[in-house]
């Protein structure tokens, strides 16, 4: 019975195995491409920021701050909607947009772990075994999958570290532009 059951454990991991190596190569994409992303923003971001008075027309260095586009679609898309509702709806844009990386950040360190864990079964059986080289491939396979998994998490760390920050400052400006206008 126990053999039975190790034998359904082991081949239900194994089955894990490949899409567990796939979803940690998306994860190494995505972040590097979220990564990409956030280098765009930062220059674009660059210069000294003004104070935001009226988020209908903001000042140059203001305008492609991406709370700030991001209010601006807002409100186009539904002018009747109150100027604060649009800033809740901005809040929830931007929210969902750091969320892409903060996803990756919590997954891709999981996955690593997943992917290192999976093939320790089999290269320990090489051991037991004798063949060396079996034992080798896994432990590659098991030690590579460990640092695309801290290498993704990482980067989304970054990504979504920046852009917490940055979404703040824009919703802070936001947010006093429209208790201006309100005085």
Request: glycine share 8%; proline share 5%.
């Amino acid at each position: 019975m126990t053999a039975q059951l190790q034998a359904t454990v082991a081949a239900l991991t194994a089955l894990l195995l490949w899409p567990v190596v796939v979803a940690l190569l998306v994860a190494v994409g995505h972040t590097v491409f979220l990564l990409g992303e956030l280098l765009v923003e930062a220059l674009r971001r660059r210069g000294q920021a003004a104070a935001l008075l009226d988020p209908a027309a903001p000042p140059p260095s203001m305008a492609a701050r991406r709370g700030v586009v991001a209010w601006g679609a807002e409100r186009r898309a539904d002018p009747a909607a109150s100027p604060w509702l649009v800033l809740d709806r901005t809040e929830a844009l931007l929210a969902r947009r750091v969320d892409r990386a903060r996803t990756w950040a919590r997954l891709a360190p999981a996955l690593g772990l997943a992917g290192t864990l999976i093939p320790l079964g089999p290269g320990l059986t090489a051991l037991a075994h004798g063949d060396l080289r079996a034992l080798s491939d896994a432990l590659v396979l098991a030690f590579g999958t460990t640092v695309l998994g801290l290498f993704a998490g990482g980067l989304a760390w970054v990504v979504t570290t920046a852009q917490e920050r940055w979404y703040r400052l824009d919703l802070a400006e936001l947010r006093h532009a429209l208790e201006a206008l309100d005085a």
